[in-house]
């Protein structure tokens, strides 16, 4: 590339440098504001909590690359029009090459940078991002905690609390025994301890509400003391589909799993259609115009938003495809529609 070339890619890899720090930091800090709100209440230390916002970091910049690409091409390009860059390229005798080799680059380095992040390193780091989240939630001890809001500690046992001075009041337990017997326990106040494998709660003035079927049965008690099997896990398991790499995807081959590997690979080729889309409908037509950026934009964020829609929602492969190209093209056939009306009126 010669230096017309480079200071065209330079300008291109600035503006979306910038644009990948002001999206990636307020993705990050809204991160680490809902773990501060969730586990403050769990009196983890604030080191642990900032640690563990570390390892999103990966799995947020492969969640906003498509948005960086979006407003880093136009951050970039208004710019050298407003700057009459472009102007002076042209004026120097050189075409559109000029422009479209560092492009070509821009999409290699964008292309390779989204699989890496995609089908590896995100993956790797979000799983470790889900196991340290999850020792930190099993490590914590009921002592430690302010509030509580209805904690689940497994599918079967669910508990709420009011703690002041170290002292556990308006304590409500719900417990299933067995597929039909629910359970409801209140006491005004009481204690809660792990002693060795169990949960023990002690509880003073209260009453237990035994549902089965159409049946309530009613029990008050001045003390009443109930045992829990421990519910801590003593073993981390991989379910999240964002923990996945890509040899995990082709080895464990399901449908569940193809959708994901197939929305992963679709993801690139959108980035790549958003390359071309700004390219022939801003680029080649040297159109800056703010109502053409904005339709731009517009339209590039509604093909994102459908496609994150397509990927979670259950439907089969195939529609799937379908769908997903026809969402390509849907953004091609609006800017080809509003041309031929600008056109014509």
């Known amino acids: 590339m010669n230096k017309i070339n480079l200071y065209v890619f330079s ?3 600035k503006s979306c440098t910038l644009v990948f720090f002001i999206f990636v930091s307020i993705a990050w800090l809204m991160q680490l504001s809902r773990l501060f709100q969730i586990m403050n209440n769990l009196q983890i230390k604030f080191i642990d909590i900032f640690g563990l916002s570390i390892w999103l970091i990966p799995n947020l910049t492969n969640v906003t690359l498509p948005f960086i690409i979006i407003f880093g091409l136009v951050l970039a390009f208004v710019k050298l029009d407003k700057d009459r860059e472009i102007i002076a390229i042209y004026s120097l005798g050189l075409t ?9 680059l821009i999409v290699l380095l964008t292309s390779i940078l989204y699989f890496f992040l995609s089908f590896f ?5 979000y799983d470790i991002y889900k196991k340290n989240e999850f020792k930190i939630r099993n490590s914590v001890e009921f002592d430690n905690l302010n509030i509580s809001n209805f904690i689940e500690l497994d599918k079967n046992l669910i508990i709420d609390f009011d703690k002041r001075n170290n002292s556990f009041y308006d304590i409500l337990i719900n417990f299933n025994e067995g597929n039909k017997e629910e359970n409801l326990i209140f006491a005004e106040k009481g204690s809660i301890n792990k002693i060795e494998d169990n949960l023990v709660f002690t509880l003073i003035n209260g009453f ?20 829990f099997p421990n519910i801590t896990k003593e073993e981390y398991i991989k379910y ?9 995807l082709i080895n464990d081959n399901n449908k569940t799993n193809n959708k994901i590997l197939f929305h992963r690979q679709f993801d690139i080729y959108l980035i790549l259609s958003l390359f071309i889309f700004f390219y ?3 680029i080649r037509n040297n159109d800056y115009s703010l109502r053409n950026i904005l339709t731009f934009i517009s339209l590039a964020i509604f093909s994102l938003t459908i496609d994150n829609f397509l990927e979670n929602y259950s ?12 969402n390509l093209l849907f953004a091609h056939i609006i800017i080809k529609i509003i041309r031929i009306v600008k056109i014509n009126f």
């Open 280 to 282: 022939y409908n801003v």
């Open 96 to 104: 559109l090459n000029a422009i479209k080799k560092p492009l070509y």
């Open 315 to 326: 439907v089969e492969i195939r529609l799937l495809i379908i769908l997903n190209i026809i």
């Open 240 to 248: 999240d589909k964002n923990t996945l790499n890509l040899f995990e």
């Open 208 to 227: 237990k509400l035994m549902i089965n079927n159409t049946e309530i049965e009613k029990l008050k008690f001045d003390k009443y003391k109930i045992e």
């Open 11 to 13: 300008q291109i890899v």
């Open 121 to 125: 390193l995100s993956p790797f780091t």
